[in-house]
């Protein structure tokens, strides 16, 4: 099959964004080999951040090893030569070859083959505050150099965002509103359009907002198009995050897909682009 990169519907192209660096639901997440082959190809890729004791970042989305590599303990207490001895863990909790990455040594993979004019990384803060600490800003935009028009930095916090988009020359800004109980709330007061310009005035300068999937179809229900409104506002919109291909994801797609979404995120990009084109 092509490589799963983008889906054309009605003359609107919807990337379908390799979640946590895997190409298909099989995929360990986070490998270095996966996400230069993403790169390569122009794909969308996402990456998770977590701040380390010597002020730089690991690629992992827990913020203490066990689940994810041989490790244990908080990432925050790791040195980063520590957690480069480590082994990432496969779905069934099971060791691989791969080795936890540090930003910059994923940054130095990529910087050995150009990646695509199309490629586009997001790396996903999970810390918010500790990523506005002046050591870490500065490592992070030390890390990335001339990569930055291929990345895109997102979290809750949009300070942060700006921080570290501001240190590093390039990067583009992505803003995720979507935090706690966020549907349950806008479930019992319907009030999408508030949400909407929270966001927007909240984070003006975002490139991509975030949306969890469930908003902006129960937006979609309730009579609001909460993607054709940040799209006039200027700004694409990502609905998040497509667990596994079943019928039931298909057809939420497909009405995502209707919607104009500007792209998907996705655990099985493979699984879902096959589905869709069946």
Same mark, same amino acid.
């Given at each position: 099959?092509?490589?799963?990169?983008?889906?054309?519907?009605?003359?609107?192209?919807?990337?379908?964004?390799?979640?946590?660096? *895997? *190409?298909? #639901?099989?995929?360990?997440?986070?490998?270095?080999?996966?996400?230069?082959?993403?790169?390569? !190809?122009?794909?969308?890729?996402?990456?998770?951040?977590?701040?380390?004791?010597?002020?730089?970042?690991?690629?992992?989305?827990?913020?203490?090893?066990?689940?994810?590599?041989?490790?244990?303990?908080?990432?925050?207490?790791?040195?980063? #030569?520590?957690?480069?001895?480590?082994?990432?863990?496969?779905?069934?909790? #099971?060791?691989?070859?791969?080795?936890?990455? !540090?930003?910059?040594?994923?940054?130095? !993979?990529?910087?050995?083959?150009?990646?695509?004019?199309?490629?586009?990384?997001?790396?996903?803060?999970?810390?918010?505050?500790?990523?506005?600490?002046?050591?870490?800003?500065?490592?992070?935009?030390?890390?990335?150099?001339?990569?930055?028009?291929?990345?895109?930095?997102?979290?809750?916090?949009?300070?942060?965002?700006?921080?570290?988009?501001?240190?590093?020359?390039?990067?583009? *800004?992505?803003?995720?509103?979507?935090?706690? #109980?966020?549907?349950?709330?806008?479930?019992?007061?319907?009030? +999408?359009?508030? +949400?909407?310009?929270?966001?927007?005035?909240?984070?003006?300068?975002?490139?991509?907002?975030?949306?969890?999937?469930?908003?902006?179809?129960?937006?979609?229900?309730?009579?609001?198009?909460?993607?054709?409104?940040?799209?006039?506002?200027?700004?694409?919109?990502?609905?998040?995050?497509?667990?596994?291909?079943?019928?039931?994801?298909?057809?939420?797609?497909?009405?995502? !897909?209707?919607?104009?979404?500007?792209?998907?995120?996705?655990?099985?990009?493979?699984?879902?682009?096959?589905?869709?084109?069946?």
């Amino acid at each position: 099959m092509a490589d799963p990169l983008y889906v054309e519907r009605d003359g609107h192209r919807t990337w379908l964004k390799w979640h946590r660096g *895997r *190409r298909k #639901a099989s995929d360990p997440v986070f490998t270095g080999k996966r996400i230069v082959e993403a790169m390569r !190809l122009g794909a969308s890729v996402e990456v998770d951040l977590v701040v380390h004791a010597d002020h730089g970042m690991a690629v992992l989305h827990d913020l203490t090893l066990e689940r994810e590599t041989t490790g244990t303990g908080a990432i925050a207490e790791a040195r980063a #030569a520590d957690l480069r001895q480590l082994h990432l863990r496969n779905e069934a909790g #099971a060791p691989i070859a791969d080795t936890v990455l !540090l930003l910059e040594d994923l940054c130095a !993979l990529l910087a050995r083959q150009q990646p695509h004019a199309d490629a586009l990384l997001q790396l996903d803060f999970k810390q918010d505050a500790a990523a506005r600490d002046p050591r870490t800003i500065a490592n992070f935009a030390a890390s990335i150099g001339g990569l930055a028009p291929h990345m895109i930095v997102s979290c809750g916090d949009a300070l942060a965002v700006e921080q570290l988009a501001t240190a590093t020359p390039g990067l583009r *800004r992505g803003y995720d509103p979507c935090y706690g #109980a966020s549907l349950e709330r806008l479930q019992a007061s319907g009030d +999408f359009a508030g +949400f909407t310009a929270d966001a927007l005035a909240i984070a003006p300068e975002a490139d991509l907002i975030y949306l969890h999937y469930e908003i902006v179809l129960e937006a979609d229900r309730g009579g609001f198009d909460i993607i054709a409104a940040f799209q006039a506002a200027g700004h694409r919109v990502d609905a998040w995050t497509i667990r596994a291909v079943t019928p039931i994801t298909v057809s939420q797609v497909n009405r995502l !897909l209707a919607l104009k979404v500007d792209q998907i995120t996705t655990d099985d990009p493979e699984g879902l682009a096959m589905a869709l084109t069946a």
